[in-house]
């Protein structure tokens, strides 16, 4: 018997299960991959770095393999909760994954958090990877200091991008409006703050190690603190981030600095941010941005269970209930790398195949032709492989008259547009 799965989120998590499925030997199975945009990949193609080309290259050809798998459709622009429900699927399947990530963020808590020119970490990097949901963000940055809460990696990565420059991003995939708004800036300093010292601070060292390959930029550290007792791993990171406060940088045309043991108490403005009150004797800090780098946050899933708390689907191995299951951030919380989903899809695919082995997983109430059907009847704009070959198509042709990798389509209706074209040329041809 042929199994049927439905997998919901085309990023690294879905993928990768994906990928465990359909290399499982002997196993009989169809996979229906459905994502919210027209577009797959989801954080590789809008959360890695723009000047991190390596990392998306290395993804790519790898999640190309698995979506050319005959046994695997893509369902593009289909929402799940919008043109079909959580509840559906279910019925429809033997079995549905959720890989839907963390799409919301953690909170400060603090007064004025809600002040225009306060975002978080999540939308400013959707923002300049082009992601449709962020491409309006009123990103301002006309202001002479950025201050970003926290000091993990995703925190460097916007220290890097605010301070490195603009020539360094012209030959990225960055999004076209962030070109033009960091082309524009006035930014001259990147104030990283961080609640604990170095020792503890969370971002790993190859991270840390970049920022000194930044052309024209001052590093500067404000509270070493104690430091004995630590790990090999962390007294690496303390020598890198002494040698880049140590190096002397002629005319410096930016600055970056880090600053332990300080934490936000408030964000203060006049209908947008202009300052923060700081913890203990530190007083205030003029900014004009403010970037909340401490962490993105799981949703909940209509009618999955969730720990709030944690933002999460609590899950035993992966499964949540009879034949629905969980993998990637809104399995374990958003930490790991890339690849840890890998181990982590692993785990959740391998307690679906011993229930289907035990036969606890039910046929599915629809067949494929039914389920696709009943998909376009419900949504017209489904986007399968060959219109998301088309947008690929198109986004690396234009990218490669300017010398870049690919000029992203940033707006769902161009992207449909795109697709549109592409399937009126198939057809006079």
Not at 157 to 173: C, G, I, S
Not at 270 to 289: H, I, K, N, T, Y
Request: charged share 25%; hydrophobic share 40%; net charge neutral.
């Amino acid at each position: 018997m042929t199994m049927r799965v439905a997998i919901v989120g085309a990023g690294p998590a879905g993928l990768y299960a994906a990928g465990h499925l359909l290399q499982t030997p002997g196993l009989q199975c169809e996979v229906d991959l459905y994502e919210r945009l027209p577009t797959p990949w989801g954080l590789v193609r809008a959360g890695v770095a723009p000047d991190h080309p390596e990392k998306k290259l290395i993804v790519d050809r790898l999640f190309q393999h698995t979506l050319a798998r005959p046994e695997l459709r893509f369902f593009g622009n289909v929402e799940v909760g919008r043109d079909v429900q959580p509840g559906e699927l279910a019925n429809w399947y033997g079995a549905v994954i959720h890989a839907s990530g963390a799409a919301g963020d953690r909170s400060l808590g603090l007064a004025g958090e809600d002040l225009p020119g306060c975002w978080s970490a999540r939308e400013f990097v959707a923002w300049y990877n082009g992601h449709p949901d962020q491409r309006g963000l009123p990103v301002d940055l006309s202001c002479e200091r950025v201050v970003i809460v926290g000091n993990g990696n995703v925190a460097l990565d916007l220290a890097r991008l605010l301070t490195q420059p603009v020539e360094a991003l012209e030959k990225t995939d960055i999004a076209g409006h962030a070109l033009r708004a960091l082309r524009a800036s006035r930014v001259r300093e990147v104030v990283l703050l961080g609640r604990r010292g170095p020792a503890q601070a969370a971002f790993n060292n190859p991270e840390l190690e970049e920022l000194g390959h930044l052309d024209g930029v001052e590093i500067a550290v404000d509270g070493w603190g104690e430091e004995g007792g630590v790990d090999w791993v962390t007294r690496r990171k303390l020598a890198t981030l002494r040698e880049l406060a140590a190096r002397h940088v002629p005319r410096p045309r930016k600055r970056i600095e880090f600053r332990f043991f300080t934490s936000p108490l408030a964000i203060r403005g006049d209908g947008r941010v202009q300052r923060l009150e700081l913890s203990g004797e530190r007083g205030s800090l003029d900014a004009g941005l403010v970037l909340r780098a401490v962490g993105y946050r799981g949703t909940p899933i209509l009618g999955l269970p969730f720990d709030a708390e944690a933002g999460v689907v609590p899950n035993t191995e992966g499964q949540v209930l009879p034949g629905v299951y969980v993998t990637g951030w809104i399995k374990r919380g958003p930490r790991g790398i890339i690849g840890s989903n890998k181990a982590c899809a692993a785990e959740t695919v391998g307690h679906l195949l011993r229930e289907h082995a035990a036969g606890r997983l039910g046929r599915g109430a629809l067949d494929a032709a039914a389920v696709k059907a009943e998909l376009r009847r419900r949504q017209p704009e489904l986007v399968d492989l060959g219109g998301w070959r088309t947008i690929d198509r198109a986004e690396r042709l234009a990218g490669l008259k300017h010398g870049r990798p690919r000029i992203k389509m940033t707006g769902i209706s161009q992207m449909m547009d795109c697709v549109h074209q592409g399937e009126a040329q198939a057809h006079d041809s």
